[in-house]
């Protein structure tokens, strides 16, 4: 990812993904997610009533993909891209701005 500096010139965005430890069926193991899937993650348990650990437990049972990580930054994604796409079309008014449309591009 790049963006234009004032003079035009690119620059690389600094994003480092977080590793973090989770409980999947007893067995501990590590995911590397950068800060905002991680904030998405916990956001989206919070929602469903379910701690973070328990979303990615759940996530990784119906996995498609070998990468966890991967897994997880889709589910997310997915998540508020339809989340998104509702708020658009349903034009209900009084609803908070869904995160997705929020940062990182949008001004405001």
Do not use: C, Y
């Not at 590793?19 to 916990?42: A, Q």
């Not at 996995?63 to 079309?89: A, D, I, M, P």
């Amino acid at each position: 990812m790049s963006t234009l500096t004032p003079a035009g010139k690119k620059h690389a965005a600094r994003v480092s993904p977080i590793k973090r430890s989770v409980n999947i069926d007893g067995h501990r193991t590590s995911v590397s997610l950068e800060d905002e899937f991680w904030d998405g993650l916990r956001e989206i348990a919070r929602h469903q009533n379910l701690t973070a650990s328990a979303l990615v437990a759940t996530i990784a049972s119906g996995r498609n993909r070998k990468n966890l990580s991967s897994e997880l930054r889709v589910f997310v994604l997915n998540h508020f891209r339809t989340l998104g796409g509702r708020k658009l079309l349903s034009n209900e008014p009084g609803r908070d701005t869904p995160i997705a449309s929020r940062a990182p591009f949008a001004t405001g």
